[in-house]
């Protein structure tokens, strides 16, 4: 490393929305451009992937799209996702299972309302060793002084409980926002991790409110929430890792709301991903922990192979403008920082 290059050895996403039909074609190429060569794939389409055969299904259009990309798929924990289902998925090389508690955000009207129902499935995913992703949060409830704000710290003792119950289920808090939850997975031990966006090392609450383009969920915090954040990766902690959370809209979706219907939540990094790290990881004097976050710590708790047969990626340092929006297939998506300057850029 010097000080005006760096080389990322086999970068990896562990949390990536690539959507499906005309959308998907047009993103799904937006994670090799931004430096990544593994991304992990969420279920949350209309209707969410709840089968083995959809996943794989799902597995050969993104392939088709771009077969550069390692693709690894994940099923939506639902009532139909059985025991035996889990047998199959491990089976076909399904990395994990991912938890929305009901309506928590994008497409998650089949999520969650109880865990205990599924312990069938969290004991065979134990004994088979397939990853339970969590999306910490729990539902707005204001009769219980639940909002955004806080939804990601009540969602914690749920964490724990799960933990303390299947303690050999490796288990990924998704998209970390508060100290809390920085400290909760600290505390619980080598099968628990956590997954960090981008944006969420940028934004605060005062950057989204009001600011459609920054909205979210887990919605950004407060400054302290977002310094530990970025303290537990220049810590260089080897189970908090990147998973950009990279969520594209229609950019009608996302720029347009109505006293009926709220604009869509999600940030859209793919296209910058690795330039964006880069420079924010180098604003917080952690540029050195690029490498671990952006690809081996993340590897190492999925078992994925680190090996010399990965692309390494080269950044150099000099400014580029990020592109305002894309369109192809009759959609258009709007990057996050949209005709900003970035610091750094890929060879």
């Known amino acids: 490393m010097s ?12 949390h990536v929305h690539l959507r499906d039909g005309n959308l998907a074609k047009l993103v799904t190429p937006h994670v090799a451009q931004g430096g990544i060569s593994l991304a992990y794939v969420m279920p949350n389409l209309v209707p969410p992937v709840t089968t ?36 199959k998925a491990k089976a076909a090389g399904i990395a994990g299972v991912k938890s929305y508690p009901r309506g928590v955000t994008t497409n998650s009207d089949g999520g969650i309302e109880s865990y205990e129902v599924y312990y069938p499935v969290f004991e065979v995913m134990q004994e088979v060793d397939m990853v339970l992703n969590l999306h910490g949060e729990i539902p707005s409830d204001a009769a219980n002084n639940i909002c955004v704000l806080n ?4 969602f914690l003792p749920h964490l724990e409980s799960l933990h303390k119950r299947f303690p050999r289920l490796r288990i990924v808090l998704e998209h970390a926002t508060t100290r809390a939850a920085v400290e909760a997975v600290k505390r619980l031990g080598d099968t628990v ?45 080897p189970r908090f890792f990147l998973g950009s959370d990279s969520a594209p809209h229609p950019a009608h979706r996302k720029s347009t709301s109505s006293p009926s219907q709220a604009c869509a939540a999600g940030v859209y990094t793919s296209p910058i991903l ?17 490498a671990g976050f952006a690809g081996a710590h993340g590897r190492r708790f999925y078992k ?29 998506v709007i990057p996050f920082w949209a005709g900003k300057e970035l610091d750094w850029y890929i060879d």
């Open 304 to 332: 994925q192979d680190l090996g010399q047969s990965h692309p390494t990626v080269k950044l150099n340092k000099g400014p580029k403008l990020v592109q305002e929006s894309f369109s192809a297939q009759g959609e258009t």
């Open 274 to 290: 690795l330039p964006l790290l880069a420079q924010l990881l180098e604003s917080f004097g952690a540029l050195d922990q690029l």
């Open 193 to 237: 991790a956590c997954t960090i966006t981008a944006h969420h090392l940028a934004l605060t609450v005062d950057d989204w409110a009001g600011q459609a383009f920054h909205f979210c969920k887990p919605v950004a915090k407060f400054p302290d929430d977002r310094l530990a954040l970025r303290e537990v990766i220049a810590e260089g902690h």
């Open 3 to 14: 000080s005006t290059t760096i080389s990322i050895p086999a970068p990896a996403d562990f």
């Open 151 to 154: 939804a990601e710290a009540s």
């Open 52 to 87: 083995t055969e959809r996943a794989l299904a799902y597995k050969a259009e993104l392939e088709r799209i771009d077969p550069s990309i390692t693709y690894l798929m994940t099923l939506y924990l639902s009532p139909e996702l059985t025991p035996d289902e889990i047998r």
